[in-house]
Structures are given as C-alpha cells and as structure tokens.
C-alpha cells in the first residue's frame, strides 16, 4: 500500500537512512540557514535518527558534540543551547580533525554549489577564483571530508545551474577526472558514495566513475531528471523507483523525530 | 605577576596598518568586536587576516574597505548566508584571497604553536585549492614521505603578527578563561607573535585561581589584556549574553546594499566616540535583556526557543 503524503525532504530522509549500517561513525555540521540547512544537516539528521529506530547503531558527530540526541535539537542555535544539547561526549577539536585523518569517519555529510558528474563538489565560487561573479562561503571541511571520509554522502537540489559539465572549482575531491585521479594522490577516504536529491537517488560507476541514476522518486520522470541536469546521466531501463517512505517512517519523523520542523523545514531561530 | 592591562585605544594603536591578525569568535559568538570596531575608527586599513570562520570580523573590516587580503576557510553568518560585504569586496576585486580547508589552515596555525616550520597534511591534493597561487609562495607543496613514499602536502606554519582574542575573564597578567566553545583560540594564540585578549571582565588573581581548570590561555601566551563588557556584541557571550539577533538582522539587510552599509557603519561604528558611546547607542535596556540568567546560562527572553 503506498502513501502519498511525504514531503520531499521526508523521502530523501529515508533513502539516505537506507545506507546506514550499524556501527558506522558519521559527521555532520551545524551551519547556514534554508534549504542549505535542510540539506547538510537536517536531512541526514533526520535519516539517522530513523536508522537508530530501526535498531541500526549509527554514531552521529555534529561538530564536537558525539551523538547528541537528535529530536531534542535546540529551536534556536545559541551556543548555550547548542552546549547544553544532551550529547554522550565534547571532542577535542584537534580529535575531530584526528578522526578524519585517521581514516575513522564512515560518512561525510556533504552539499555544495556545484557537483560535476565525477562527483567533484564547489563551494568556493562562480566563475574565476581571483575574479568571481558570485562568491561563495568557501572550502568549510568539505576539502577534507571528501578526500579522508570512508564515503561521502552527497545531498544537494538536482537543477541545472548544481548539477553542471565541469564545477568553476573544485574544493571537494569527487573522482576528479575519472577513474586513478584519486588513487595518484592516495587519499584514505573512498569518495562520492551517494547523491541524494529531490529527485533521484544517484550513484557511480565502479568503473568508469560517472555519476548514474539508481532510482528515480515516485512520479519523477527520465524527462525531468534530464531537463535540470546539465551533464549526460546514465539512466538504467527500467528505471528503478525509489521506495517511499512507510506511513510509520513518516508518522515517527513528524511525531517523534522532528515535530518542531528544526530539521526538515529549518524552522530555527 | 604583570599587569598587562591597556586600554581599547592604546592596544589598537600599537597595531600597524597592513598587519596580518588573527581573531577569535565562531558563528554567533564570542567575537572581539568592540577592538574591531575600534580598528575602524582608527582608520587602520590594509589589513591581512588569517582566518579560519570569523565571519563578523571579516565582514565587518570589508564592509569598512580595510582588508586587503585574507587567507580562510570559511566566512558564513549561520542563520542568514553568505557574508555580503567580504562577498561583494571579493567580487570586486578589491579583496585578495587564499582558500584552504578548514584542516588545512588550521594545520598551518598548528604547526606554527608547535614551532615546527611545515606540518604533512592530506587533504586538498587533487583539488584547485592547489591550483590557485598563495600570496607569498606554494600554499602547499606536495612530497613524498621520507618514510613510506606516501604521498602528502607540506603546509607552512603561519605566524599572524596579532591574534585578537575575546574571552569571558582574565586576570591582569593576562590568564585567560572560557566557559563555553572555545574553537581554535588556543591555536590561534600559540601561533601568533603577539597576542591580545579582549574581556568581559577583569577579575581577582583568586578568581582565576578557584578554576584553573577553565583557564584557556596562560598568562605567558597574552600580551595584553583589554576591559570591554559586551565586548562581543552582537555575537554574544556564553554565560554573559546572548548574541543580539535582530541587531544582526539589521546589519545583513544592510549589508546587502553598500550605502545601507555605509549608513550602518556611520551610525554604529564610527558615530559612536568609544566602546562606552557603542554601549549607550545599544542601550542599557536592550543590553539588560540580552544579559545571561544565571539559572539558565541564556538570556530569559530567548528561554521560550530553546528545548
């Protein structure tokens, strides 16, 4: 029996808490406001606390706080909230970064502005770095997530001006161009794993290391998904669909694990 | 024990035109505004920062025009966007930047405290953030580890002239305490030749001495020692106050147009004579309302947000 009444950002919720497995370690951030929030940090959220009522121990690190409770996130982000979120330890920043290196981080939530069909990501600017059009917020940790997670888990919006040929820059290492650019450097961390959007869920070749539709979500078309990405996609025949979520999954999410719409509707101060 | 104590003019006087600094604050917090502000009316220009994410001083000093170059990993106001002013100054082509990783610029200041000339790093290889020149020479240079062969990137330390650092308390000699987040100060006040802490307030040697466990920064690393309540404002203050959020809705809404900039920058930084003309612009009422409950640790206006 299929519902139809899921919101969007509730059914990438679930594809992405699909992927998690039990006794993976991922990190996320807390930063931006809107649809940049949602993506980075309220949809993972979201799919891992789902994860942990299927049973799936998940470890979540948000910034320095390891595994804060999640449906108990603070409506409004001032550090006094943010320090007393009930979370299981305060890392050491210098552990953080440890982590990566150490090659102990499973999942890198990461978005951007720009992603190119290796998977390579842009958070630094349109146009030329030295003279921009439009400036962006810069490399954040995606740089490093992107060359030490295990994999990362890309979520961004499928439109034409993200998913583009070649990024203006490249400040998150996909596959670079193609199959051995990763390996010439020998990153620890394994690259694009997944790109979860609002219309697809989106995977790569093992071979030639090109991003490829896995499913499309329900009542997507092949025509939509290729009219808002400008870069040739492969598309599997048939198309596989990406299964919705279930009523309970949506009744936890909007009961249980985010009835204050913090999360997925970036309802915060 | 010293006293390390200084004014707010004197201490930003002794900062020359073109000095490379290095400022404490993360997201909505803890930023050293009032010395930033203060840099401002003293007509400093020509700055160079050395940044991780202190997005409100970056955006304030080039909403002003006074950066000229800025190495970083990040500038956002988390709620609210992208920094117009530093986007705008970059766009224009009248701010230089050297993009890192946050790990990467972070490794830099590391390896500066540690007093080792380059510390090996992994990431960016591979990305255009080695494509792109650095001011002074290779941001990076990629080598061989002596040992293994693997690849890596030497990241050379960086040694801001100043690091500017607002904290919570200090004593005179300059020991230094923070009650909540305390980001990369440590990093930043290791690496720098010089180090300045603004401070909510300056307290007894015994204050200090009763919790030496929240001690940040040791007298040894501080140079001087700046007396600035709400020196922070608008970001807010663990413990003191809460960041002033519709002041700052107000300032990026201005910020989205230079000559609402320009109007804000007269009215709020170089209108007011001093810190205490800031203060009474603010107003004692609004000030009051942001100030900390001691029960809750946050004002009691904001109480009804949070969890």
Known sequence: MMTTDYTTEELMACAVSRELRDGELGFIGLGTGGRAFIYAVGIPSVAIELAHHRGVDF????????EPRIPEVPGCFTDANLLEWPCRAMILVEDCLDMFRRGMMDWGFVSGAQIDPYGNLNSVCIGD?????VRLVGAIAQTDHCAQARHTMIIVPQERRVFVERVDFISGLGFGDGPGYRERYQHHGGGPGKVVTNLAVLGFHPQTKR???????????REQVEANTGFHLEIPDPIPTTPPPAPEEVELIRTRIDPRGVWLQAKVQ | MADKVRSLQEVVASIPDGANLTFGGFAAYFTPLALVRELIRQGKRELEMTSVAECWVADYLAGAGRIRRVRFSNFMFE??????????GVERGEIEVEDYSHFAITSRLVAAGLGVPFLPI???AGTDLMRTRGFEAEKARPFACPFTGEPVLLVPAARPDVAVLHVARADRDGNSQLFGYTAVVEEQARAAQRVIVTTEEVVEDTVIRAQPELTVLPSFLVDAVVEVPFGAHPTGMYRY??????????????????????AHLEEWVLGPADHWAYLRKVGLRRLLALRSDPGLGIARMHARTAT
Do not use: W
């Not at chain 1, 470890?59 to 390891?66: E, M, N, S």
């Not at chain 1, 770095?129 to 059009?133: A, F, I, T, V």
């Not at chain 2, 106050?241 to 320009?262: G, K, T």
């Open chain 1, 59 to 66: 470890i979540a690190q948000y910034g320095v706080k390891l």
């Open chain 1, 129 to 133: 770095q030295k003279h921009p059009k």
């Open chain 1, 211 to 221: 991003m490829r539709v896995q499913s499309l979500h329900p009542g997507v078309t």
């Open chain 2, 79 to 88: 709620g609210l966007g992208r920094c117009q002013n530093f986007a705008r």
């Open chain 2, 122 to 124: 992994k990431p960016m």
């Open chain 2, 241 to 262: 106050y809460d960041p002033h959020f519709e002041f700052m809705r107000d300032y990026y809404a201005a910020s989205r147009d230079p000559a609402a900039f320009r």
